[in-house]
């Protein structure tokens, strides 16, 4: 199975910094990368699939770059509502496999 | 809109079966994949399986030889069936739409498996 380590896994941040979370598959998987947020209790919810394309209603602050084996998201102008945990999931082999999460709290 | 509702019992002694329903509206379950995620209390995500509407089925090869995955069309729902559980299969069960990455998620319900 296609193995995804995602880096920070805690990351204190401000409102309206620029943060960056990484995540890196143990083998190539072009772009098939999907970003989830989600918030406590709640369901996740997609932000960026096929590593840089935006889901509808997504703001425009979230953005998504990366192919083979690296790849990024990007929050920039982080607001209060984007205090969460993200996921990234790789999509291109099934069993789908969701890396162990990054949660961004406020500093 | 299309919206997904999980549905079934909070819980369940160990060595029985967990069963969950997922009702799907505003959208027909045919010419989709539909699968089941699991999120244990305060931990990460992982895919149980998928069901196409005809009757595929995919599992995770860590869970395959306890799951069933079933679809009924006329009722546009599909279902969970996990056997044999443990303590350790507690967690938060997500039914959703599969496109591959996942666009149409349910609410969630906790499944907690105790005597």
Redesign the interface.
Known sequence: ?IQLTQSPSFLSASVGDTVTITCRASQGISS?L?W?QQKPG?????LI??ASTL?SGVPARFSGSGSGTEFTLTISSLQPEDFATY?C?Q?HS????????TKVEIK | QVQLQESGPGLVKPSETLSLTCTVSGGSINSYYWSWIRQPPGKGLEWIGYIYYSGSTNYNPSLKSRVTISVDTSKNQFSLKLSSVTAADTAVYYCVRDRGYVDYWGQGTLVTVSS
């Open positions: 199975d098939y999907a989830y709640k369901a996740p919810k997609l699939y096929v889901q996921y999931q999509l099934y069993p789908l496999i969701f890396g162990g999460g």
